[in-house]
Structure formats: C-alpha cells, structure tokens
C-alpha cells in the first residue's frame, strides 16, 4: 500500500496562567492519566511544572482521541530507549486498522488479536513531540515525518548579568551562532537571539529523539538574513533557517520559528523529502483551552 504523503495534524499551545484549577480538580484531572504519568507529575516539587507536565500529558490523550478517535482509556504511550514518548504498539495498530477499515478490517483485526504485531509499513506514521518552559504549553503532530518542537520564554537570568549567562553557555554554540549572537549593542537584543538558536537546538533533537545526549555545539543554524532576527509575535513565521551537522548540511530537515507572544518563541523541526507538505498549519498555534480537553477526558483509575 502507498504510503501517504507528510503532513502537520496539529500544532497547539495552552497558556499555564488560564488554568488555575483547585486541588480536587488537579487530582480530578490526574485520575485521567496513566498511573506511572500521575506517579511522576506528583513526584515534581514545584506547583507550576506538574501543572505544566499535567497539561502535555492531557494534550497527547487529546490529540490521539479527537484525531484518531481512539478511545481515551485506550490511548497507552511507551517510551524509546532514549526516554521519548511514543504511541504503544497496540494503538499504533489501530490507526492502521482505522485507515483500512474500508477494505479488510475485520482480516488484519482478528489477526492482530491472534498475533499481537504491528505493521509498521502500512497506513500512516504518527509522530509528536510537547514541549512546555515559561507560561506555555505546546504541541506538534504529524503523519510520516519525525517532527519536534520546543518552546523558550526570553527571561533574564536571576543570579547573573546577561554577558555573564551567554558566555557560560558559549561551549554549546557553533562559531556562526555565537557570532550572530554577539553582534547586537544591547545585551536584550543577545538574549532573544540566543533563544532563538537554542530553541531550533532543541526542536531538532527532540525530533530525532536523543535528548541531551548529543553535543549541541555539533548543531550549526545558519539564519537567512533575508529574514533577520526580528522578534515578537507580530512577525511573520521564519522558514529559511538552514541547520548544519559537523559540517553537513540536512537539505532534508526544515524549520519554522513563530512567537506566540512578545517573549516566548517556538521552534519546529521536521524531516521530509517531499514539498508536499502542507504548511498552513505552521502559521500560527490552535489555542487550546484545558476545560474543553477535559471535557473529553475519561477517568482510567
């Protein structure tokens, strides 16, 4: 069967500040979890990272039950040796069965049910990847390309003056970058572009899944100037950013950088071959509103 071709189903952000629920509705909304998520959002000290993790959790139960319309209770994620979140085998065999169901469901069901395997060459891959700093939550979902995003809030840093914050973080910078970042007189200006270049940073091994694992200074992001390094949320969304791996550059992978307001900025990272992909959904972030996803949610304990 043809595999169809890459496309974005969903590019989404809640804002943290609008959902400020009491303790029986936190707990409420954790009974909705997986019993392993509840047990490490509970584990988190600081009241604003577990809501933070709690809303990224709920976004992903969402995304798979108002897309795919899997069940909620069905909806189970594992996790990659290198500790990313991916759909459990089972449910990445329901989207495929979902997407046959018009010719030979009822077939590839009962076989499935006999042999529990999936078959990762037919119907569509899914990919997705939340990301959550600052006053946001944020989530990218594709079909057949890996894709990763990452969220930044341009926040001044509390102990330090801003020369100080960059320079300690030099190491993790290409020449190219270091230089861009440098160049601006006002120390402000230095920071929004160094977010900028650790937001694409992150974005990208997100997507491919290894964490910090890999040197980030190997990353080399060369910004096209055309575009220059404008920022806030009245810009239009960045495209031409060019991304170099010790030396090579990726003609396959891509990048779109947009603001969702005037300090945080947003980064996705996708890998395809083909210029079919639709873009429109990259323009600007679906809003979302946590009591609406709740209003799906379904208690699993």
């Known amino acids: 069967m043809e595999t169809s071709l890459p496309k974005i189903t969903a590019l989404w952000a ?13 707990d409420d909304a954790l009974s909705t979890i ?14 604003e990272q577990a809501k933070a993790s709690l809303i990224g959790r709920l976004l992903l139960l969402y ?9 909620w209770e069905a909806i189970k994620f594992e996790r990659t040796k290198e500790n990313k979140p991916i759909l459990a085998s089972s449910v990445r065999l329901f989207i495929v069965l979902a997407g046959l169901s018009r010719t030979s469901s009822w077939y590839l069901t009962l076989l499935f049910l006999l042999s529990n395997q999936v078959f990762p060459d ?36 509390y102990n330090e003056n801003i020369e100080t914050f960059l320079e300690s973080l030099r190491e993790q910078l290409s020449k190219t970058e270091w230089d861009a970042i440098s160049a ?28 910090l694992a890999m040197s ?6 060369h910004i096209d100037e055309s575009e220059g390094h404008e920022y806030g949320a009245c810009n239009p969304v960045k495209t031409k950013t060019r ?47 946590i009591k609406d996803v709740l209003k799906k949610a379904v208690k699993v304990c």
């Open 63 to 71: 995304l798979f039950n108002s897309i795919y319309n899997i069940q």
């Open 216 to 221: 980030l200074k190997k990353l080399d992001f």
């Open 243 to 289: 991304l170099f791996v010790c030396g090579t550059f990726m003609a396959e992978w891509h990048f779109r950088e947009l603001y969702l307001d005037e300090l945080h900025c947003i980064a996705i990272a996708y890998e395809t071959n083909n210029d079919c992909i639709n873009h429109r959904e990259f323009d600007s972030a679906t809003i979302i509103n």
């Open 34 to 47: 997986s019993a392993y998520e509840r047990e490490r959002i509970c584990q988190l000290r600081i009241k």
């Open 184 to 211: 601006p007189d006002y120390p402000i200006l230095k920071l929004h572009r160094f977010y900028r270049y650790w937001c694409l940073k992150e974005s990208y091994i997100k997507a491919i899944g290894v964490g």
């Open 14 to 26: 809640v804002n943290i500040i609008t959902w400020n629920p009491t303790d029986e509705e936190f």
């Open 122 to 157: 037919i119907g569509v891959r899914v990919d997705f990847n939340v990301s959550h700093h600052g006053d946001w939550v944020v989530l990218v979902a594709s079909e057949n390309c890996r894709v990763g995003i990452d969220v930044m809030k341009i926040e001044e840093p």
